[in-house]
């Protein structure tokens, strides 16, 4: 990183040119993301003010908070990847608002409810297993997991893929950047929608063979739905579904070990509930930051605008270096909002100084290593000749739903916060 800030093309004056073009009247990108990545925090703030308010609830229900991470990390891939697909058909200029089924975007919101459906199966799964591998206690059953995956991962999942479009939409007739606002907004949603959704589905569970014979309902569906997808002629429809199904089982081993790692803290977060209001907020913008120079790089490739050299070169090295400076306002909004959403909840706060604290070192931290990962994640599939839209993001917001959340939890030990 210092290497690049000393090179010629990215130095003082250079940089500071670039920002004040990008900031003003002429520019357009950092305005477009810093509106989204605001908005992204804000509501993520109201998903961890939700998730500080029914800590009750992953009491009760052990074993579940394991898979809330992964939950909401699902929807932001899936959908993220779905908007940088069709944000880079708009740069080719073959993007077409059809939603038949023969049609690419017809094909692609296929894609998206099928992977949503499988994969939710998945999560209940693994988040069974690593309950099991890490000793959490009496957790509950994986139909059980099931039925509050499936269930509220559908509902949320429908009302994104409606704002996909409509965002996809509203970009082509305003002549929006959409790669500067799929991530931090499919982020967003994802945060403030699944949440909520999940906790909706958990009425469903504890009521004996009734949930059992809706969760093998719901499992059956879903193994029948990954066959018709396998056996489907429809070309963009089934590449899309197995180039997306290994990186995101990935993705969700990596969200569900987050998961195992703020279920070991509950104690901590309990105590401190302002600092369950900024986990998602803060794991959120990190993944959107790396979701915005990852879907840049990937639009940039495509457009011939970029090489995929082991060294970062032009567009790839300002874009990172400006992702690095966005994300320090954002970090200290989001750390801001938890403790003034804390104070208005009556919630308890390490106080301001400190949760400031935390929230910038983490936040340094795990920017850094979503930098790294967006571009040699998105160089390595290009040279793999694999589609590039289909791995950015999810690897990228996977990746961080740990790290960033073992970032925190280190940086919240260093600072001696109990």
Same mark, same amino acid.
């Given at each position: =990183? ?17 920002? /004040? ?7 357009? !990108? ?6 989204? @990545?605001?908005?992204?925090? =804000? ?11 029914? *800590? ?17 990390? @699902?929807?932001?891939?899936?959908? %993220? ?9 708009? $740069?080719? +200029? ?9 049609? /690419? ?10 992977? *949503?459906?499988?994969?939710? /199966?998945?999560?209940?799964? =693994? ?7 890490? %000793? ?52 967003? @949603? ?11 589905? *958990? ?5 004996? =063979? ?75 913008? !990190? ?11 990937? *639009?940039?490739?495509?457009? %011939? ?19 690095? @400076? ?12 938890? $403790? ?21 070192? %983490? ?16 160089? !390595? ?10 791995? +950015? ?26």
């Amino acid at each position: =990183m210092v290497a690049w800030i000393r090179n010629k093309e990215i130095g003082p004056l250079a940089l500071g040119r670039r920002l /004040v073009d990008l900031l003003g009247p002429t520019g357009d !990108a950092v305005r477009q993301s810093l509106t989204a @990545l605001v908005f992204n925090s =804000m509501t993520s703030l109201i998903a961890g003010a939700i998730l500080g308010s029914i *800590t009750h609830t992953f009491e009760a229900l052990p074993g579940l908070l394991v898979m809330v991470p992964a939950a909401i990390g @699902l929807r932001g891939n899936i959908f %993220g990847a779905l908007g940088n697909r069709i944000s880079t058909s708009i $740069h080719l +200029g073959t993007f077409n608002l059809s939603t038949r089924r023969d049609t /690419v975007l017809g094909q692609n919101i296929l894609a998206s409810l099928s992977l *949503t459906y499988v994969l939710s /199966v998945t999560l209940a799964i =693994m988040a069974k297993l690593v309950a099991v591998t890490f %000793g959490i206690e009496n957790s509950i059953g994986v139909l059980d997991l099931a039925v509050i995956s499936i269930v509220g991962g559908t509902i949320a999942s429908i009302i994104v893929l409606v704002a996909t479009i409509a965002l996809s939409a509203a970009s082509v007739r305003q002549e929006w950047d959409l790669d500067n606002l799929v991530a931090p907004t499919m982020s967003t @949603l994802g945060d403030a929608l699944t949440v909520p959704s999940l906790f909706f589905a *958990t009425y469903l569970v504890g009521h004996g =063979m009734a949930t059992k014979l809706l969760g093998w309902l719901l499992v059956v569906g879903a193994i029948i739905v990954l066959v018709l997808t396998i056996r489907s002629k429809l070309e963009i429809f089934t590449e899309i579904v197995r180039e997306s199904l290994p990186v995101l089982a990935m993705a969700a081993v990596l969200s569900t070990l987050a998961g195992i790692a703020v279920e070991k803290q509950l104690a901590l977060f309990a105590a401190l509930p302002a600092l369950l209001i900024m986990q998602p907020a803060f794991v959120s913008s !990190a993944g959107a930051l790396g979701g915005i120079l990852s879907s840049r790089i990937s *639009t940039n490739l495509h457009l %011939g605008l970029v090489e995929p050299s082991l060294r970062p070169q032009g567009e790839a090295r300002r874009d990172a270096l400006l992702v690095l @400076l966005i994300g320090f306002p954002i970090f200290v909004f989001n750390a801001v909002g938890a $403790h003034v959403t804390g104070l208005l909840l009556n919630e308890r706060s390490p106080g301001l100084f400190w949760i400031l604290a935390a929230s910038l070192l %983490g936040g340094l931290l795990s920017v850094l290593f979503v930098i790294a990962l967006a571009y040699y994640g998105t160089i !390595a599939a290009w040279r793999s000749n694999l589609d590039p839209d289909n791995y +950015g993001i999810p690897i990228v917001t996977a990746s961080v739903d740990f790290v960033g959340v073992v970032a925190l939890v280190l940086v919240l030990s260093i600072l001696g916060i109990r």
